[in-house]
């Protein structure tokens, strides 16, 4: 697993380069170069029925996706949005969203501020999954342990709770093991 150890306080990842690309669950990051510390902004190519994965929330984080080609539909809230080219949707902090590429679709997304997300993406991606593309509890539990401030909350469990449970969840074995 590429994610640094869960009990360290310096994880010591370096920043994806604009030319480096991460791959995975139908796909393609590309961190752009005009990306600071207080936003992240990637440009994503993803095959249609792309996601983002079950609702969740983000507990510091507003996220924004414009889209170039394609169309996602978004769902923030109670809200279904259908979003095209040229247009775009902001995701308060704190409110349950997911989103799918309703087509082949391109679309930048940023995350304001940047926090370590790139890095936490990038580790989300390397992990093994089962069939329907989820990781394994023990590896969900030590990436939430490794980025408290990045991970993806699920919304009708208190994020109190989510943390206690990650810590003997994450001593679970691997896909791997």
Do not use: C
Not at 17 to 42: F, K, N, P, Q, W
Not at 113 to 128: H, K, S, Y
Not at 149 to 165: K, M
């Amino acid at each position: 697993m590429s994610f640094a150890p869960y009990w360290r306080a310096d994880y010591g990842l370096a920043r994806m380069s604009s030319a480096e690309i991460i791959e995975g669950r139908s796909m393609r990051i590309r961190r752009d170069e005009t990306s600071s510390d207080d936003v992240l902004r990637a440009h994503v190519e993803a095959a249609k029925g792309a996601n983002g994965g079950p609702l969740h929330i983000h507990l510091r984080q507003e996220e924004r996706f414009i889209v170039d080609r394609g169309m996602l539909l978004v769902r923030r809230g109670r809200e279904r949005i259908h979003v095209g080219p040229g247009e775009d949707v902001r995701i308060p902090a704190k409110v349950r969203h997911t989103f799918e590429a309703e087509v082949d679709s391109t679309y930048t997304a940023e995350f304001r501020p940047a926090l370590r997300v790139e890095e936490f993406f990038r580790d989300l991606f390397a992990l093994p999954t089962d069939k329907r593309g989820n990781p394994r509890i023990g590896d969900a539990a030590r990436l939430m342990r490794a980025y408290p401030h990045e991970f993806l909350y699920l919304p009708f469990i208190p994020v109190s709770v989510q943390r206690i449970l990650a810590v003997p969840l994450s001593k679970l074995g691997t896909a791997s093991q």
